[in-house]
T-cell receptor, first 111, second 116 residues
């Protein structure tokens, strides 16, 4: 079992729909990242959080430490939101600073 | 600098040749990370530097892979005797401080390596 599981793997939505992408992890963490990877391959950090909720524009990220679960929400989705969204955790095991990544969720927003 | 830069952006090499990939982190960032993304696969950790030392090399897939960082800045990832399975996008990231500090990693654009 992967340490970081994302669902769904693929998601297709119509423009304007509310999107939710889920991430569950099985290790102790010091931080959780949500990353966006566009078709060209560049990776952009969307959020880094260790508790609660963060909001940036139409994007909202939440984390529940007790349940080891995080969600990324996109309100009023737009075709330019089409990308792969990756959840990554910074594990506290062994004092490592490395990120452990989920396999990503490919989002396609149709006009 | 404005962001993390990597060079070359693309590299095509023949099986058995050595390659060097370069990463220039954001100025002042003491932590530097190398990751790899193979076709159709997720990102995987390779190595992490704090300053010039590498506390975690656990992700390096074989002894053909090595990395160094000099002057607490530029890092070079070297792959010796490349194999076709080394084909991937190699990503570098940097952050201000790595040791048990809540900090954000900034990613470079990656180097796409193709081994023929």
């Amino acid at each position: 079992k992967n340490e970081v599981e994302q669902s769904p793997q693929n998601l297709t939505a119509q423009e304007g729909e509310f999107i939710t992408i889920n991430c569950s992890y099985s290790v102790g963490i010091s931080a959780l990242h949500w990353l966006q990877q566009h078709p060209g391959g560049g990776i952009v950090s969307l959020f880094m959080l260790s508790s609660g909720k963060k909001k940036h524009g139409r994007l909202i990220a939440t984390i529940n430490i007790q349940e080891k679960h995080s969600s990324l929400h996109i309100t009023a989705s737009h075709p330019r939101d089409s990308a792969v969204y990756i959840c990554a955790v910074r594990s506290t095991q062994g004092g490592s600073e490395k990120l452990v990544f989920g396999k990503g969720t490919k989002l396609t927003v149709n006009p | 600098g404005a962001g993390v830069s990597q060079s070359p952006s693309n590299k095509v090499t023949e099986k058995g040749k050595d390659v060097e990939l370069r990463c220039d982190p954001i100025s002042g960032h003491t932590a530097l990370y190398w990751y790899r993304q193979s076709l159709g696969q997720g990102l995987e950790f390779l190595i992490y530097f704090q300053g010039n030392s590498a506390p975690d090399k656990s992700g390096l897939p074989s002894d053909r892979f090595s990395a160094e960082r000099t002057g607490g800045s530029v890092s070079t990832l070297t792959i010796q005797r490349t194999q076709q399975e080394d084909s991937a996008v190699y990503l570098c990231a940097s952050s201000f401080r790595g040791l048990a500090v809540y900090n954000e990693q900034f990613f470079g654009p990656g180097t796409r390596l193709t081994v023929l």
